[in-house]
């Protein structure tokens, strides 16, 4: 038997969303009224209802396309959302541990190949890393949007070029927070402090799956396998994913 671990938190308007999210509900009694009809002709007294949300590609636990990191990736016209390989969004999950790394700070080459170490694992193509800061213990409060850990543009390159298509994170964004990258940046007026796991997307193509939760769930590093498609909105940077570890076992 396989156990179903849900990696992905609920889309709903928090504080921990840096965009508004808005639904709009049509109830069962109301919806008759937009069908033509009166609530009175439905078995109940209800019809059926329906909601109107509104929120960006990037609410929620969402996937990344190469598309949102720039026009051209790996020399090729850049992915959009509903261009990705399905192929690439199923694989190997491999669970790497930096809760250590402070918030604001970056996650390494050298912190993912001691992670990759203290499990024992080598990375193989289509591994999916998933990388465990533990800062979705913060999702539902705005400290969410500032106090993480983030990938730096060599620890991306270390991981793509091993063949890894694929990188998530339980945390608000896969950099480094906004506002740590735009302080160097204007300390130091070197824009290589901007967005740098992101940007290396140009150079060659990969997914990114954001704001992840319950890792800790996971019972074991290595051992399971990941599922993480996209919604396909046409043209899109990226797209909400329900992002499911498939775990062996009871």
């Not at 909601?51 to 960006?56: C, F, K, Q, R």
């Not at 192929?87 to 050298?110: A, F, H, K, S, Y």
């Not at 800061?133 to 091993?162: F, I």
Request: glycine content about 12%; overall charge negative; aromatic content about 6%.
């Amino acid at each position: 038997m396989t156990r179903l671990i849900d990696l992905s938190v609920a889309t709903r308007s928090t504080p921990s969303e840096a965009t508004p999210v808005t639904v709009e509900l049509l109830d069962h009694r109301t919806g008759a009224t937009v069908l033509g009809l009166a609530p009175e002709d439905f078995p109940d007294g209800m019809a059926i209802s329906n909601e109107t949300v509104t929120l960006t590609t990037h609410t929620g636990t969402h996937m990344d396309a190469p598309l949102h990191y720039g026009p051209v990736s790996g020399g090729e016209p850049a992915w959009s959302i509903d261009q990705v390989p399905l192929e690439w969004c199923q694989g190997p999950g491999v669970r790497l541990d930096v809760r250590d790394v402070p918030p604001g700070e970056g996650i390494t080459t050298g912190r993912v190949t001691a992670a990759l170490e203290r499990i024992g694992h080598t990375l193989a193509p289509g591994d999916i890393v998933l990388l465990w800061t533990g800062a979705d213990r913060l999702w539902g409060s705005a400290d969410y949007l500032r106090a993480y850990p983030g990938l730096t543009g060599d620890a991306t390159a270390h991981l793509v070029e091993s063949g890894v298509r694929v990188i998530g994170i339980d945390a608000w964004g896969l950099d480094r927070p906004m506002h740590r990258m735009i302080e160097d940046y204007r300390r130091t007026g070197d824009n290589g402090h901007l967005w740098p796991a992101h940007l290396y997307g140009r150079t060659a193509p990969y997914l990114q799956l954001e704001k992840l939760t319950r890792l800790d769930d996971l019972p074991a590093a290595t051992g399971f396998t990941v599922t993480c498609f996209p919604v396909a909105v046409a043209g899109a940077g990226a797209g909400w994913t329900r992002v499911v570890a498939h775990v062996p076992g009871n």
